[in-house]
Antibody, heavy 116, light 112 residues
Framework: EVQLVESGGGLVQPGGSLRLSCAASGFTFSDYWMHWVRQTPGKGLVWWVSRVSRDGSGTNYADSVKGRFTISRDNAKNTVYLELNSLRAEDTAIYYC??????????WGQGTLVTV | DIVMTQTPLSLSVTPGQPASISCMSSESLLYSNGKTYLYWYLQKPGQSPQLLIYEVSNRFSGVPDRFSGSGSGTDFTLKISRVEAEDAGIYYCMQSIHLPITFGQGTRLEIK
């Protein structure tokens, strides 16, 4: 069974940092790009945050997080990470990791809540 | 950034009746390879979004055939031929032809 399990969310003060992890299982992790997508509480708006290529050599970010967030992956551990620094109130959201190609596709994790 | 605009933002449908959601993009989603990078997701209450339709009109594995997608260029539609109670939730369209990848604001489907 394909599974994506996020962890690392929590309550943090403005300016603080968090490291999110997403553990993958049930598929060949290195065959897929991985994405982080966030959903704001309340209105439920969905925003793409970042992506990392299959081998980790390519990364992209939304302008709103560029320079503050860092995506990475460890294919030996089947895990993708998102380092969140200089957090702001507007970063408060549920963060999902999503399996995909150059775009998000079919498998989303259950999400981890970040509250700033 | 490509803006994705969904209409309506909410609709209430009686079981067995059809439903239709529109998604318009501010730029064409047709890529030079002939593919159009428009997707539809459904987020059921308390769950993560689940893929319904990829590349405009292809139903993802396990998606009932009452769901269909159509459109081209900048104008797309998701149709449910006969709504069932389990179809309640928020529907999102998404484009991935250009970064940043963007989503519509969502359409809430309520079952009467």
């Amino acid at each position: 069974e394909v599974q994506l399990v996020e962890s690392g969310g929590g309550l943090v003060q403005p300016g603080g940092s968090l490291r999110l992890s997403c553990a993958a299982s049930g598929f060949t992790f290195s065959d897929y790009w991985m994405h982080w997508v966030r959903q704001t509480p309340g209105k439920g708006l969905v925003w793409w945050v970042s992506r990392v290529s299959r081998d980790g050599s390519g990364t992209n970010y939304a302008d709103s997080v560029k320079g503050r967030f860092t995506i990475s992956r460890d294919n030996a551990k089947n895990t993708v990470y998102l380092e969140l620094n200089s957090l702001r109130a507007e970063d408060t959201a549920i963060y999902y990791c999503v399996r995909g190609t150059e775009g998000p596709r079919d498998q989303w994790g259950q999400g981890t809540l970040v509250t700033v | 950034d490509i803006v994705m605009t969904q209409t309506p933002l909410s609709l209430s449908v009686t079981p067995g009746q059809p439903a239709s959601i529109s998604c318009m993009s501010s730029e064409s989603l047709l890529y030079s390879n002939g593919k159009t990078y428009l997707y539809w997701y459904l987020q059921k209450p308390g769950q993560s979004p689940q893929l319904l339709i990829y590349e405009v009109s292809n139903r993802f594995s396990g998606v009932p055939d009452r769901f269909s997608g159509s459109g081209s260029g900048t104008d797309f539609t998701l149709k449910i031929s006969r709504v069932e109670a389990e179809d309640a939730g928020i529907y999102y369209c998404m484009q991935s032809i250009h970064l940043p990848i963007t989503f519509g604001q969502g359409t809430r489907l309520e079952i009467k």
